[in-house]
């Protein structure tokens, strides 16, 4: 655990429900933390990935779309938050659709700290379970606005809603069905 990192965040992630990881916001944004559900998730443990940076989930996929989504939020200092469905392989080597939620956590001055993520299967759930997802990780976020205050941390970026869990469902099993190569009727 990075000494740096306030010791009520580093607290409050090994208990979320919800999978998060926090990267250094300088150089290659590195992992500092990753939660249980993280590695749940993944099946990559801290020590597996802490001090790497989080596109090792990608393997080979090409992820060009999402990936460049990603790194305009990275370049761009006043945009809060960004949302990509990306294609993710657990430490087995089986494929998943990992919605993929980042944001920032800056101190009082306005500069990037760390930046924030979390993570989901959407390839393997139903409609319900992602707005259940949704909810938690706005819980999730709004609990940590006070804990993370207390350190002199502001939180970036609050969840949008998801208006059409069912289609980013349907299309996240479709994308499923093509990568393991099997029919999605
Ligand atoms: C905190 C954090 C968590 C991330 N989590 C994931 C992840 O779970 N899966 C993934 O494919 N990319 C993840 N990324 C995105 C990649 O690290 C990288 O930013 C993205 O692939 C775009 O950059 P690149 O084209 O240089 O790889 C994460 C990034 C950060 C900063």
């Known amino acids: 655990m990075p000494s740096d990192l306030p010791k009520a965040i580093v607290e409050y992630f090994e208990q979320s429900r919800v999978a998060l990881a926090?990267?250094?916001?300088?150089?290659d944004n590195h992992l500092v933390l990753v939660n249980p559900p993280f590695s749940r998730l993944t099946g990559f443990?801290?020590?597996?990935?802490v001090g790497r940076n989080c596109r090792m989930l990608?393997?080979?996929?090409?992820?060009?779309?999402?990936?460049?989504?990603?790194?305009?939020?990275?370049s761009r200092?006043?945009?809060?938050n960004v949302r990509t469905p990306i294609v993710n392989f657990r430490k087995d080597g089986s494929p998943f659709v990992n919605l993929l939620y980042m944001s920032r956590?800056?101190?009082i001055d306005g500069r990037t700290r760390y930046i924030f993520a979390s993570q989901f299967d959407v390839s393997r759930s139903q409609p319900e379970m992602l707005a259940d997802y949704n909810a938690q990780l706005a819980?999730?976020?709004?609990r940590l606005v006070p804990i993370a205050d207390?350190?002199?941390?502001?939180v970036e970026g609050t969840l949008m809603t998801i208006a059409n869990s069912a289609a980013i469902v349907a299309q996240?099993?479709?994308?499923?069905?093509?990568?393991e190569g099997t029919p999605d009727a």
């Open 139 to 142: 819980a999730t976020l709004g």
């Open 150 to 154: 207390d350190a002199g941390i502001v």
């Open 45 to 49: 443990e801290p020590e597996d990935v």
């Open 105 to 107: 956590l800056n101190s």
């Open 77 to 80: 200092p006043n945009q809060p």
């Open 22 to 27: 926090l990267a250094a916001a300088e150089g």
């Open 172 to 179: 996240a099993k479709m994308m499923l069905a093509d990568l």
């Open 58 to 74: 990608q393997r080979d996929a090409v992820n060009a779309e999402p990936r460049a989504r990603l790194r305009e939020f990275l």
